[in-house]
């Protein structure tokens, strides 16, 4: 199976799915976003501005460009109160909640809110970002490994080589700074706190060897060399708060062998599985939805999936056709969209 690159998001996916992985991250269909997950961004983006905000007043700079909402202006003593917050999080829920294909109700808006105040102001305004020393709020990444092991070469099904070195690529919500050449990242979950491929809790233990928070270690030492120290914080807003774990330049190596175990794992595929299990009907976009050519399973009577009719295509004529028949229109197989 081709790989090129990985995510946290699809390191995790191949966990909870093979063939889900693949229909993702290799034929590049996209699920749209469940509900609790807007809201997550809601709450994100909420955070995200904050972030910026606070490091405009470091830099003495009176506004930051948004993605979404433009130019921002920043007053160095209306940002630190409570109007300020709510009035982004009124802006964030009315876009998103404008922009869904779900139907909001004041319970979701309450929600919103309650899980924004509850990160600002879980212990005393601990991780409040108008708080902490802003390094980089929303920090993209996007680095080749340079190791052997990493090298790839594929020829598709029409002739063309494509070869290169695996790629890692994300984007971290939020690095702060501790003091001179220690520094924290922390990423808001708004979700359970659940590997959600095995559906067991995320204790300290399991969390040592989380692949987003191996990646982003990884990604740090790339983006500064030199520092000493990187705490990762990810902050279970509904589910615990926030657990915190040091990772120093001896982790490295086990990172590095994680990563080339699952991108070896990974490239033997030949037919990628398709787990069956309740999360199909439930939470899967392709198991829960008929594919477009409307065939019907003889087995069942009954359309076959989005999964179940590529699945069909592989084991009948093989993946080459499927990445010819079932490729997402202008789909590359070296690039995702963020945040992905």
């Known amino acids: 199976m081709i790989v090129t690159y990985f995510r946290s998001s699809s390191y995790n996916q191949y966990d909870m799915c093979p063939h889900s992985y693949y229909l993702t991250y290799v034929l590049g269909h996209r699920s749209p976003s469940g509900q609790k997950a807007e809201q997550g961004t809601i709450v994100h983006k909420v955070m995200e501005c904050l972030a910026n905000a606070k490091q405009c007043h470091q830099n003495e700079e009176h506004s930051f460009n948004d993605d ?65 020393n802003i390094v980089s709020p929303e920090c993209a990444f996007d680095f080749e490994i340079d190791e052997d092991w990493a090298k790839y070469d594929y020829i598709l099904p029409s002739g063309k080589k494509l070869s290169g070195n695996l790629s890692m690529k994300g984007t971290i919500d939020l690095i702060t700074e501790v003091r001179p050449n220690v520094y924290e990242v922390v990423d808001w979950k708004t979700g359970r706190r659940l590997d959600w491929a095995t559906g067991q809790e995320k204790d300290y233990k399991k969390l040592t060897t989380d692949p987003q928070l191996r990646i982003y270690h990884y990604a740090l030492s790339k983006i500064y060399p030199d520092a000493e120290q990187f705490l990762m914080t990810i902050f279970f807003i509904r589910d615990g708060g926030p657990f915190t774990l040091c990772f120093t330049k001896e982790d490295m190596e086990d990172t590095k062998k994680m990563i080339k175990k699952r991108f070896e794992e990974i490239k033997r595929v030949a037919i990628p599985r398709l787990k069956k299990t309740w999360k199909c009907t439930r939470i899967c976009h392709f198991g829960k939805n008929a594919h477009e050519s409307g065939e019907v399973d003889p087995n069942t009577g009954e359309p076959y999936t989005i999964c179940e009719y590529v699945a069909r295509t592989i084991k009948k004529r093989g993946m080459n056709t499927s990445l010819i ?13 963020a945040p992905g």
């Open 325 to 337: 028949e079932d490729i997402s229109p202008g789909h590359h197989f070296d690039y995702y969209e």
């Open 68 to 132: 979404l909402f433009g130019e921002m202006e920043v007053d160095f003593d209306y940002i630190y109160t409570d109007e300020y917050v709510k009035e982004l999080i009124e802006k964030s829920y009315e876009h998103y909640s404008s922009e869904s294909i779900h139907h909001w109700t004041n319970k979701h808006h309450k929600e919103c809110d309650k899980w924004s105040w509850d990160a600002i102001q879980y212990f005393d305004g601990a991780f409040d970002p108008r708080k902490r």
